[in-house]
């Protein structure tokens, strides 16, 4: 079995499409749908039923890629181990971050490329639910994700470290009708226009799933993965959004209203995650002690 077609194969299905696997592989469409032709005609089974445009998954393609993904996950993790095996202190760290973790993480970062400056940092940016799906397939070694009660069980498969926690808070135009408040309850927010997050963003999920609880489901007026462009947004009028306090202290105060959700009360939990059972490699273990080291007590807001 061809790896590289193997590999072609769950970026197909990641991606839900020939196209766009094509464009997140660097490749022309017509090798994405040869390489899968080669697969199948090397199984001599059928993965994907098509229709037009569209495919679902037989039976043996959900076989091919539940255990295409463990074998990708192990052939990267091979050659990692192969380098440290070597003694070969050089090479990458690559760890996934979501924008949000920009504030908490660059200090750290910054200690971490002054101690090992040969290892090149290569950060991929995305949201918490991407970051999860690429530590699981073996792309990342380490990320930050989000942790909430409707993601408990992840944690079964991840080790994590605590970076922070900081509360949920209300941001709205300056002139709103909470300016001035101590704190508001969400059921408050029924009738409002919400601005959301980007695609796999994890608090997109934490925040909907707290409006059904109050009573409502939230009005979506757009969505954006940049919280400084969020907030562009709600200044300009064209809806409130729930975003960590520990962003809403970047804002210009004079700018917004900012008011501590209280009825629910809401944490922005940030850990750092890696596979349980997983392969460190050198430059990952030398980064995550350096996190341990650097933040101790993680972090956390009133």
Same mark, same amino acid.
């Given at each position: 079995?061809?790896?590289? @077609?193997l590999?072609y194969?769950?970026?197909?299905?990641?991606?839900?499409?020939? /196209?766009r696997a094509?464009e997140a592989?660097?490749v022309t469409?017509?090798? *994405?749908? %040869?390489?899968?032709?080669?697969?199948?005609q090397s199984?001599?089974?059928?993965? &994907?039923?098509? *229709?037009?445009?569209?495919?679902t998954?037989?039976?043996?393609g959900?076989v091919v890629?539940q255990r295409?993904r463990a074998?990708l996950?192990m052939?990267?993790?091979?050659?990692?181990?192969?380098?440290?095996?070597?003694?070969?202190?050089r090479g990458d760290l690559?760890i $996934?971050?979501t924008q949000q @973790?920009?504030? =908490?993480?660059a200090?750290?970062?910054?200690?971490?490329h %002054?101690r090992?400056p040969q290892?090149e940092l290569?950060?991929?940016e995305?949201? /918490?639910?991407? !970051?999860?799906?690429?530590?699981?397939?073996g *792309?990342?070694?380490?990320?930050t994700?989000l942790?909430?009660p409707s993601?408990? @069980?992840a944690w079964q498969?991840f080790?994590?470290?605590?970076?922070?926690t900081?509360?949920?808070?209300? &941001?709205a135009p300056k002139? /709103?009708?909470w300016?001035?408040?101590?704190?508001?309850?969400l +059921?408050e927010?029924?009738?409002c226009a919400?601005i959301?997050y980007g695609?796999?963003f994890?608090?997109?999920?934490?925040?909907?799933?707290?409006c059904?609880r109050?009573g409502?489901?939230?009005? !979506?007026?757009?969505?954006s $993965?940049?919280w400084?462009?969020?907030? +562009?947004?709600?200044?300009l009028?064209?809806g409130v959004?729930l975003? =960590? %306090?520990?962003?809403?202290?970047t804002?210009?105060?004079g700018?917004f209203t900012?008011v501590?959700l209280?009825?629910p009360a809401l944490?922005?939990?940030?850990m750092?995650a890696w596979?349980r $059972? $997983?392969?460190l490699?050198f @430059?990952?273990?030398a980064?995550?002690?350096l996190?341990?080291s %650097?933040v101790?007590t993680p972090?956390?807001?009133?």
């Amino acid at each position: 079995m061809d790896i590289r @077609a193997l590999r072609y194969f769950v970026a197909v299905v990641d991606h839900q499409g020939f /196209s766009r696997a094509a464009e997140a592989l660097h490749v022309t469409q017509p090798t *994405v749908s %040869k390489m899968i032709q080669q697969l199948e005609q090397s199984l001599d089974l059928t993965l &994907l039923e098509r *229709v037009g445009k569209r495919f679902t998954l037989t039976d043996a393609g959900n076989v091919v890629l539940q255990r295409g993904r463990a074998l990708l996950a192990m052939r990267e993790e091979m050659g990692v181990e192969l380098a440290d095996l070597q003694q070969l202190r050089r090479g990458d760290l690559r760890i $996934g971050v979501t924008q949000q @973790a920009h504030a =908490p993480l660059a200090p750290l970062l910054a200690a971490y490329h %002054k101690r090992y400056p040969q290892i090149e940092l290569k950060l991929f940016e995305g949201g /918490s639910q991407g !970051i999860e799906a690429d530590l699981r397939s073996g *792309v990342l070694e380490m990320g930050t994700m989000l942790d909430y009660p409707s993601n408990a @069980a992840a944690w079964q498969d991840f080790d994590s470290f605590p970076l922070t926690t900081s509360p949920i808070c209300l &941001l709205a135009p300056k002139d /709103s009708p909470w300016r001035g408040r101590r704190g508001v309850a969400l +059921s408050e927010l029924a009738d409002c226009a919400f601005i959301f997050y980007g695609e796999g963003f994890a608090l997109n999920e934490v925040i909907a799933d707290a409006c059904l609880r109050a009573g409502f489901k939230p009005r !979506i007026s757009s969505r954006s $993965g940049q919280w400084d462009f969020v907030a +562009s947004l709600v200044r300009l009028g064209v809806g409130v959004t729930l975003l =960590p %306090k520990v962003f809403c202290d970047t804002l210009e105060k004079g700018q917004f209203t900012v008011v501590k959700l209280q009825e629910p009360a809401l944490d922005w939990k940030l850990m750092l995650a890696w596979r349980r $059972g $997983g392969h460190l490699s050198f @430059a990952a273990r030398a980064w995550l002690d350096l996190v341990r080291s %650097k933040v101790g007590t993680p972090l956390v807001e009133r």
